[in-house]
């Protein structure tokens, strides 16, 4: 009888040591896979305008921010333009000047994942203003007029430290110009 108990004392004893060294393996590996709680990035964002295969025009962002698991701390955020003045007419005929925002707004949000990518949702908007005269449009109301030109765009991807990858490509209807987004996520050390 105390040859039993002493047996089983002993397999108790091993199936516990043997389950705190799987817990610490695992505990091991789980902190390989564990992202950081939290790293700075940077992003670089390019909006590259062409027409065929003719590169018009190229603007280049760059935004610093906190990659994180706290979402609270994971937003960055970058405004640049200019307020244009849009001349219009009341209903009473009388005219007044209005003042209306263009440029580009970047809006992204960056969070680190246990294989060692990042997942970035990124928010882009982009105004401009043209002139139609010599576009090819279905009626001439606003041949010589300014008008403004709105694009935007919101996606999520995965992308390792150093990596870049072309988000969007879209087609200006009036112009037929093509614009391009690149985006390119660096960790900063």
Do not use: C
Not at 8 to 33: D, H, N, P, R, W
Not at 108 to 118: F, I, S, T
């Amino acid at each position: 009888m105390k040859t039993t108990r002493m047996a089983i004392g002993y397999l108790v004893l091993a199936l516990v040591l043997a389950g705190a060294a799987a817990a610490q393996e695992k505990s091991a590996v789980a902190g390989q896979e564990k992202p950081a709680a939290s790293a700075p990035v940077k992003l670089q964002v390019t909006f590259s305008e062409f027409d065929g295969e003719k590169r018009v025009s190229s603007m280049p962002y760059t935004l610093s921010g906190i990659a994180s698991l706290d979402r609270s701390w994971a937003l960055s955020s970058m405004r640049m333009g200019l307020k244009v003045p849009i001349q219009t007419t009341t209903k009473e005929g009388q005219s007044q000047m209005q003042y209306m925002n263009v440029g580009t707004d970047i809006d992204a949000r960056v969070e680190p994942q246990p294989d060692g990518r990042y997942h970035l949702n990124i928010q882009v908007s982009r105004s401009s203003v043209h002139t139609l005269e010599g576009a090819t449009v279905r009626t001439n109301e606003f041949s010589g007029r300014p008008v403004l030109r709105e694009f935007s765009s919101r996606f999520d991807f995965f992308l390792r430290d150093g990596q870049s990858i072309q988000t969007t490509v879209a087609t200006d209807p009036v112009s037929g110009h093509v614009l391009k987004v690149d985006v390119t996520l660096n960790v900063v050390k």
